[in-house]
């Protein structure tokens, strides 16, 4: 039995540790697809193992919100996948790491487990210093909605234009215009 579980931990880390592949979204895509958008600073972070994936658990505190689902209580914990819980490590390639006192405009989808992730992986959080809202390029393997190899660019650009920008996709849908393009 105990031969049994240590190959099943060993499947899921291996299974875990693979290349990620993500799918390019847009602004407007990600804005659409989020449960909650807010932003947010980090102040405590902890790991946890659920169904034998590990997750690291960042509380937020919650200074704006800019889109909210009003039958979902507002997010106060987000899971990213990957960590050390419970004598497993588990990395998770794309999974963004958040450091305590940041600032970040976070894109938030919360599943039928209650588990709040950051939607698109990296690409739904951007940070936050000196009035400007970056989100780095993402280094996994991307793919378009037609399964076409693309390149990730970095989205910089002031907080006021990406609040407008989220502003728009939420109330008008992501097929505004212009949604999605930062400076590069």
Same mark, same amino acid.
């Given at each position: 039995?105990?031969?049994?579980v240590?190959?099943?931990?060993l499947?899921?880390?291996? *299974?875990?540790? /693979?290349?990620?592949?993500?799918?390019?979204l847009?602004?407007?895509?990600?804005?659409?697809? =989020?449960? *909650?958008?807010v932003?947010g600073?980090?102040?405590?972070?902890?790991?946890m193992l659920r169904?034998?994936?590990?997750?690291?658990?960042?509380?937020i505190?919650?200074?704006?919100?800019?889109?909210?689902?009003?039958?979902?209580?507002?997010? =106060?914990?987000?899971?990213?996948p990957g960590?050390?819980?419970? /004598?497993?490590?588990?990395?998770?390639?794309?999974?963004?790491?958040?450091?305590?006192?940041?600032?970040?405009?976070?894109f938030?989808?919360?599943?039928?487990?209650?588990?709040t992730?950051?939607?698109?992986? =990296?690409?739904?959080?951007?940070?936050? &210093?000196?009035?400007?809202?970056?989100?780095?390029? *993402?280094?996994?393997?991307?793919?378009?909605?037609?399964?076409?190899?693309?390149?990730?660019?970095?989205?910089?650009?002031p907080?006021? &234009?990406?609040?407008? &920008?989220?502003?728009?996709?939420?109330?008008? /849908?992501?097929?505004? *215009?212009?949604?999605g393009?930062?400076?590069?």
């Amino acid at each position: 039995m105990r031969v049994l579980v240590i190959a099943g931990l060993l499947a899921a880390l291996v *299974a875990t540790t /693979g290349a990620t592949t993500l799918q390019q979204l847009s602004l407007g895509e990600m804005a659409r697809q =989020s449960t *909650a958008i807010v932003r947010g600073r980090v102040f405590q972070s902890r790991t946890m193992l659920r169904n034998g994936a590990v997750y690291t658990l960042y509380r937020i505190e919650t200074l704006e919100t800019l889109k909210s689902d009003p039958s979902r209580p507002a997010a =106060s914990e987000v899971a990213v996948p990957g960590g050390i819980a419970g /004598g497993i490590r588990q990395p998770v390639v794309g999974a963004p790491t958040l450091r305590g006192g940041s600032e970040y405009i976070l894109f938030l989808w919360t599943g039928r487990s209650g588990l709040t992730q950051i939607t698109g992986l =990296s690409q739904g959080l951007f940070s936050i &210093q000196s009035g400007t809202a970056r989100r780095e390029a *993402a280094s996994e393997r991307m793919l378009d909605a037609a399964g076409r190899p693309v390149r990730d660019t970095a989205r910089v650009m002031p907080v006021t &234009q990406l609040k407008a &920008q989220i502003t728009q996709a939420v109330r008008n /849908g992501p097929e505004v *215009a212009g949604i999605g393009k930062g400076r590069k």
